[in-house]
């Protein structure tokens, strides 16, 4: 739930930290406080900051692994609405057509794309040294790829 908590106007704009190192500090904090051990505050941050990291070679936890996978093709949120997600429409494979339609008509997407990739411009904009630049060769490939999205289109 909270992976993308250094996305929001807030939080994206308090700092030059790249959205899911902010996020994973935030994220740290917020379970210290409200009691959680200092275990899970460091494999949810661990699993925030690397959540965007798709690399082929190299080793995860298996918590930053399951975020990875939602992140490519999971529930998140957009402007305080849950929906599904798959930012690029890139693993379809990874989930059955009638899951993906069902999820999308409980969860709506509510323009996800269109938000998704205002947060990837802003962030660019905002730290053109983030981690986000790090998904593609530049701003623009990042954003048309997120546009381009046909997998998740009909339900945009």
């Known amino acids: 739930m909270l992976h993308d908590i250094g996305t929001t106007d807030k939080n994206i704009k ?27 505050a460091e494999t949810v941050t661990e699993a925030i900051i690397r959540h965007q990291d798709f ?52 969860y709506p997407r509510n323009k996800w794309t269109g938000c998704f990739a205002d947060v990837v411009k802003t962030e660019i904009k905002l730290k053109p040294w983030s981690h986000t630049t790090s998904m593609g060769p530049s701003e623009n490939a990042i954003v048309a790829g997120v546009l381009d999205n046909k997998l998740m289109e009909p339900y945009d």
């Open 14 to 40: 308090a700092t030059k930290v790249s959205f899911e190192y902010y996020g994973g500090m935030l994220a740290h904090n917020l379970i210290v406080q409200h009691g959680g051990s200092q275990n899970l």
């Open 55 to 106: 690399i082929e070679n190299g080793m995860i936890t298996s918590n930053g692994q399951l975020l990875q996978l939602t992140t490519i093709l999971g529930i998140s949120h957009c402007q305080g609405n849950l929906l599904i997600v798959d930012n690029m429409g890139l693993h379809s494979q990874l989930v059955h057509p009638k899951t993906i339609e069902e999820i999308s008509l409980s």
